[in-house]
């Protein structure tokens, strides 16, 4: 992957001399006909296009943001809620991230989104401690979780 | 149209930091309130920041690339306040309201107590 990353870099400044205008458009231009190139020869080469994970991370960012913005609609409507009718409580919930930047980035990830706040870390690292405002379900609360944020990164990283 | 959606943005964010506030008075516990001050306060400044940041470029014309920085730094810091300071509170004894639902924290704090006590 980083071999493929400086070889896009390199097309780049190749196109940038071919050019011979030195400015930063030219070399987004550059790499952007690098990355192209890269994924027109994907088939020659023999490892895999990192294309697949640009994209992957930039569905993570969209989910997130969508989740972002879902969760803080139920947020307000928690505060604005004339009878403060909540049961919140902490959950340990399991992962099968294995490093731990994916771990911290899941955690991050929880915590951003309102309603659920990461408190702790197991020793080993393989159970986050998840405080929720309100459970409906707690397994339901668990499997979202799991479904939405923890596949995403898992597609970015493997 | 960009100033109706600058205005939009800023009174989202306004909003959202208003609602914030309200939050942190109307929530029972630490924990609760925390909920409030990191995260609808988090939305609040990005889409506050959003509207500067869109006033400067089809206005001014210029790109205030810090802003977008800003924004980053918001993301990357709120969530390791919030994580310290709730996990502080938790170890310091602050107790959860009383109508909460489960404690897995404080069963898991437990168990490692009564491994401990039966190495010794």
Do not use: C
């Not at chain 1, 399991?94 to 771990?103: F, G």
């Not at chain 1, 309603?115 to 401690?129: A, C, D, P, Q, V």
């Not at chain 2, 930091?17 to 029972?28: H, V």
């Amino acid at each position: 992957m980083a071999f493929q990353i400086l070889l896009n870099i390199g097309i780049a400044f190749l196109w940038i001399l071919l050019r011979n205008d030195f400015t930063v458009i030219d070399f987004l231009v550059g790499y952007f006909i690098g990355f192209i190139m890269l994924f027109v020869l994907r088939g020659l080469l023999n490892f895999e296009f990192y294309g697949r994970r640009v994209y992957a991370f930039f569905k993570l960012i969209v989910l997130f943001i969508y989740k972002l913005i879902l969760a803080n609609i139920d947020v307000i409507k928690i505060v604005l809620s004339p009878k403060m009718d909540i049961r919140p409580g902490i959950i340990a919930v399991p992962t099968d991230l294995d490093t731990e930047w994916e771990i911290t980035l899941l955690a991050t990830m929880i915590s951003l989104t309102p309603g659920t706040l990461s408190m702790n870390f197991s020793e080993n690292g393989k159970t986050i401690y998840v405080h929720f405002i309100h459970i409906e379900d707690k397994d339901e609360a668990i499997k979202e979780i799991h479904d939405s944020f923890e596949k995403a990164i898992l597609e970015v990283t493997k | 149209m960009t100033e109706i959606v600058i205005s939009i943005l800023i009174l989202i964010g306004g909003g959202l930091s208003l609602l914030g506030a309200i939050g942190i008075i109307r929530f029972p516990d630490v924990y609760g309130r925390l909920h409030a001050a990191t995260k609808s306060a988090t939305l609040g400044v990005i889409s506050i920041i959003l509207g500067v940041f869109i006033f400067f470029y089809f206005i001014e014309g210029i790109f205030a690339g810090k802003l977008l920085l800003t924004i980053l730094f918001v993301f990357l810091t709120a969530p390791v306040a919030g994580f310290m300071i709730s996990k502080s509170a938790y170890n310091v004894g602050v107790k959860l309201w009383d109508k909460s639902l489960q404690d897995d924290l404080g069963e898991h704090i437990k168990q490692l107590d009564r491994k401990e006590k039966q190495k010794s």
